[in-house]
């Protein structure tokens, strides 16, 4: 198992921000994909961001142009800074990573694919009060 350790959540108002962090360890993180999905009571999970091995990033459309994913390769810690958060943002929020590079290049465009990749963590909560 490789752990992938979530932090930074919290409560935030509307129109705030928060940055999450998700630190792994145990494995060559540079050759992996990661991304977050997120997953809100009684909603389905939702693919939302995601950064390939070579730095290509993706996101949904609910979030493109508010979320930022990257990554330090040094501190194996992937990011996801998010901005003008709404209501509808609060979810559990989770980071995942894939060592397929063809899974890797698929997820690219399916979003909802990194729901599956091999290693996801505990998640952290974000909460968005209106």
């Known amino acids: 198992q490789v752990p992938l350790v979530e932090s930074g959540g919290g409560s935030v108002q509307a129109g705030g921000s928060l940055r999450l962090s998700c630190e792994a360890s145990g494995y060559g993180y540079s050759g992996y994909c990661m991304g977050w999905f997120r997953q809100a009571p009684g909603k389905e999970r939702e693919g939302v961001a995601h950064?390939?091995?070579?730095?290509?990033?993706s996101y949904a459309d609910s979030v493109n142009g508010r979320f930022t994913i990257s990554k330090d390769n040094a501190k194996n810690t992937l990011f996801l800074q998010m901005n003008s958060l709404k209501p509808e943002d609060g979810a559990m929020y989770y980071c995942?990573?894939?060592?397929?590079?063809?899974?890797?290049?698929?997820?690219?465009?399916?979003?909802?694919?990194?729901?599956?990749?091999?290693?996801r963590g505990q998640g952290t909560q974000v909460t968005v009060s209106s």
């Open positions: 995942a990573s894939e060592a397929s590079p063809a899974r890797c290049y698929r997820s690219r465009a399916t979003l909802n694919l990194i729901q599956t990749f091999k290693y």
């Open positions: 950064i390939d091995t070579d730095g290509t990033t």
